[in-house]
């Protein structure tokens, strides 16, 4: 018996050997050594591609596992919202969510909008909806007050809103009244609503407005209402209007600019002696002269015939804008100012005081004896005119003091910063209530 087993597992291990040589492989070291020669070198790279590519596309389904485990229990958390802005394909325009949502708000804030004719598409995607869900306003059981006492509900409502009311009576006791205000104004009134008794019925609101529900039962207990309130919104209508939008643009230009100057030609003093002292002059010429000025426009001067006249300029001077009272006077009468300069007069019966005018250049409205502006062209010669004083006294001298200014204008370029209008076609959208 033990010689049968023994030759039983000789055969045995014989079989398995030759099944194994049938099939080119001896030992588990064959075995491998026959798996890295079935496969040449391209082969052998192709595998550890597709074996890497698998590890990797097994690495991102971990991690976008993991976060979504992590965020999963947050209550803003969005499995499906990939990024905060989408780009929407309309008509083969990409238009950003973002955009879309920044243009609606404006819209239902302002009530209008412009857009630029190139994005009329967009006006199918910024129109509010048009079929408003209906709003439940109260879908309860309520319990009245006894003994008269009401009980009342408050609901803010819009004008064109359509109302839709249910009351029904649960219990044995009467419904004295049920009323629906509207502002200050009664929309529906019913009286006596018994057990199980069911009223309804629907109105429109008139105008933005305050709604008010009142329940009052008689009698010492209370009673159970059914109240049903709904609210359909009125659907928002719109306008499209081709309009000119006008756009304001600051641009930097270059223009001829025209500039008033003021030159002092002349100023003298001088000491007339009276009439007895022959030693020194009692009378004085004075020739006024302009000579080499450009874009002469007029000229101007000013006398004083004593210490007081100078005195009373002096005093101007200091108070004066121009620090010049006769330049200060003179823009007086081109008005280049708001307030208007007066020269000190001069009264001197002891002078006689004489102006020989030798162009026909005309004064201004306010010029005087002692003083005064002259507008002239360019064809006015350069001679303007010869002031001559004579002291009459025989016993005073008295001090003058002469003033002259040319006026010219000067051309020049200069940048200046100017507003632009343009007209611009712009879609108008606006929400009709």
């Known amino acids: 018996m033990k010689n049968l087993t023994s030759y039983i597992g000789v055969l045995t291990l014989c079989f398995l050997t030759g099944c194994a040589s049938l099939g080119g492989i001896k030992t588990a070291a064959e075995a491998k050594k026959y798996q890295a020669e079935k496969f040449d070198s391209d082969q052998i790279n192709a595998e550890l591609f597709k074996g890497a590519a698998s590890i990797a596309e097994n690495s991102v389904d971990a991690t976008q596992q993991a976060l979504y485990e992590t965020n999963k229990t947050d209550p803003n958390f969005n499995p499906r919202q990939e990024s905060s802005s989408v780009n929407i394909n309309a008509g083969g325009n990409q238009i950003s969510t973002t955009k879309l949502d920044s243009l609606k708000q404006k819209l239902l804030s302002d009530g209008s909008l412009m857009v630029d004719p190139a994005e009329a598409f ?4 910024l129109m509010p909806k048009q079929d408003p869900d209906t709003i439940f306003l109260a879908n309860l059981f309520v319990e009245t007050g006894k003994r008269g006492i009401p009980i009342s509900f408050q609901y803010q409502v819009n004008k064109n809103d359509q109302i839709f009311f249910e009351f029904e009576n649960q219990k044995q006791k009467k419904i004295k009244k049920i009323e629906i205000i509207e502002g200050d104004e009664s929309r529906f009134n019913y009286a006596n609503l018994k057990k199980k008794d069911k009223v309804m019925g629907s109105f429109k609101i008139q105008s933005d407005n305050t709604m008010t529900i009142t329940l009052i039962k008689k009698g010492f207990f209370r009673s159970v209402v059914k109240m049903k309130i709904k609210k359909l919104p009125k659907a928002k209508a719109y306008t499209v209007k081709m309009v000119k939008d006008t756009l304001i643009e600051t641009r930097t230009v270059v223009e001829e600019v025209t500039d008033t100057l003021f030159a002092k030609i002349d100023e003298k003093k001088y000491s007339l002696s009276p009439r007895l002292d022959i030693t020194h002059r009692s009378r004085i010429d004075f020739p006024i002269a302009i000579n080499k000025v450009e874009n002469l426009i007029g000229w101007g001067y ?7 006249d100078i005195n009373n300029y002096n005093v101007l001077a200091e108070t004066d804008q121009d620090a010049e009272p006769l330049i200060g006077f003179i823009k007086s009468e081109l008005n280049l100012r708001d307030d208007h300069v007066y020269l000190p007069g001069a009264i001197n019966p002891d002078l006689n005081l004489r102006v020989k005018k030798w162009v026909s250049d005309p004064p201004s409205l306010n010029s005087s004896k002692n003083y005064g502006f002259f507008s002239c062209d360019a064809n006015s010669q350069s001679q303007k005119a ?22 010219n204008i000067e051309h020049s370029q200069k940048e200046v910063e100017k507003e632009f209008y343009t007209e611009i076609p712009r879609l108008k959208l606006t929400l009709i209530h």
């Open 122 to 125: 967009l006006i199918d995607y």
């Open 302 to 308: 000013w006398l004083g015939l004593d210490q007081d």
């Open 386 to 407: 010869t002031i001559y004083v004579v002291n009459k006294s025989k016993l005073y001298s008295y001090d003058l003091s002469l003033m002259v200014v040319a006026v």
